[in-house]
């Protein structure tokens, strides 16, 4: 069924998108536990509050943590730069001095080839482009470290002149090692030099804690009990703005859910928006309101569509997630309106459609720069993702292949979205 005037035009004349996408990068990084984050909440909140009255909050717990030291100096006493990992572990008070062992990229062979240096020593790993087939997350470097007995786990920004990443360790308040990241430039310093390896002090103070954010969620019926869930999540780092990752991502949610908010009461599923926080703490806002949910509630969302840096590259990709009919989906319903779009089968953990994939929902993650390591997506993560790295039409072209997407789940037959499972 071919998308309706009505929804293109509204896409088309939103200056919504562009004031929205401006809005949550005015609010700051967004880190969750902060007033940035409280305040792209209230604003997420207030926005699915004026396209129908019964948007709501809904609570979601998470292992909450705050850092009030964190440094990383040479022997000599020179500092490095460092910034903490979310939910590090910490150091001992006076610190921890240990021995480098440069890991280089980190792959399961080169901890394996290294296995005997590892314990006792910080593991130095680099950071590495999130979007690619070969991509391996920092939280399975950091586990591979953990597992040998290393003292502590230093990741490296690989670009020169671009800082330290920022990013999550993962721990979740379970047992861990200290975990920081680095740039470039620290860690030419620390890498293997000669005979002699270099040794570091890390010194890292943190305090777990119960913590508590929200999902902003939005109910527009159909003609069922049955859900299409269009997702994003709000939060993000200190570094910058979390532009990209994902200012992106909300304002094109909030742009669409007008659009079809007039539209939903006829079609044969509901749209069920929810733009999450905790995202960046190893996807724990959306794993823990699906997990609370009840079976039959679960039960009834037929599909999600996630949104996650949808701009700063013009080259879009659907995860896939290991649902072999949803690359058909997404490729036909692409093909249909003429928007070209890549798609990926692998079930990748790097976002929010992860959580609804582990329950059995067919779930996509839409994504920009896939495989593109010199699009702008390479400053995600750093100082460098600020709003000058998006443009207003890669926001519309983002916003018009999810309504396609979003129509032909809304309106399809109750056959054919369940063969998507």
């Not at 586990?143 to 979740?172: E, K, Q």
Request: glycine content about 10%.
């Amino acid at each position: 069924m071919k998308l309706p005037a009505a929804v293109a035009s509204a896409l088309a004349t939103d200056a919504g998108l562009w004031r929205d996408f401006l809005a949550l990068c005015d609010c700051g990084g967004r880190r969750a536990g902060s007033t940035s984050e409280q305040s792209a909440l209230e604003f997420a909140h207030a926005s699915l509050a004026a396209i129908d009255g019964h948007a709501r909050v809904e609570p979601v717990a998470y292992a909450g943590w705050r850092c009030t030291e964190a440094t990383l100096t040479l022997e000599d006493g020179r500092k490095l730069a460092c910034n903490p990992l979310l939910g590090s572990a910490s150091t001992a008070p006076q610190g921890i001095s240990a021995e480098i062992v440069d890991l280089g990229r980190g792959t399961p062979e080169e901890f394996e080839h290294n296995t005997r240096d590892i314990s006792g020593r910080f593991a130095l790993v680099r950071h590495e482009y999130p979007f690619s087939a070969t991509h391996l997350h920092r939280r399975r470097k950091y586990g591979w470290a953990m597992a040998r007995g290393a003292a502590g786990f230093i990741i490296a920004n690989p670009l020169p002149g671009a800082g330290p990443v920022s990013g999550s360790s993962g721990r979740g308040a379970h047992a861990g090692i200290p975990a920081v990241a680095t740039d470039f430039e620290s860690a030419a310093r620390l890498a293997a030099n000669g005979p002699r390896r270099a040794r570091a002090h890390l010194k890292l103070a943190g305090e777990d804690y119960a913590a508590e954010t929200g999902a902003a969620i939005l109910d527009l019926p159909g003609q069922t009990g049955a859900w299409v869930a269009l997702s994003a999540h709000l939060d993000g780092h200190d570094l910058a703005e979390s532009a990209m990752d994902n200012a992106t991502g909300v304002a094109v949610a909030l742009a669409v859910a007008r659009a079809f908010a007039p539209l939903t009461a006829n079609c044969r599923r509901g749209l069920k928006v929810c733009l999450f926080s905790a995202e960046e703490w190893a996807l724990a806002g959306s794993r823990q309101y699906l997990d609370c949910m009840n079976t039959n509630e679960r039960d009834a969302i037929a599909l999600n569509i996630n949104l996650d840096i949808v701009g700063g590259d013009t080259h879009m990709t659907a995860l896939t997630s290991e649902f072999p009919q949803l690359g058909v989906f997404v490729r036909d319903a692409a093909a249909q309106a003429g928007i070209p779009l890549g798609t990926y089968q692998p079930l990748m953990q790097n976002s929010d459609h992860y959580n609804f994939a582990r329950h059995g929902i067919p779930a996509l993650r839409l994504v920009a720069g896939f495989e593109r390591p010199d699009s702008n997506i390479r400053h995600i993560l750093t100082r460098a993702d600020t709003r000058d790295k998006v443009s207003p039409a890669e926001l519309k072209s983002s916003a018009g292949l999810t309504a396609e997407l979003l129509w032909r789940a809304l309106t399809m037959s109750d056959e054919s979205i369940a063969g998507l499972r």
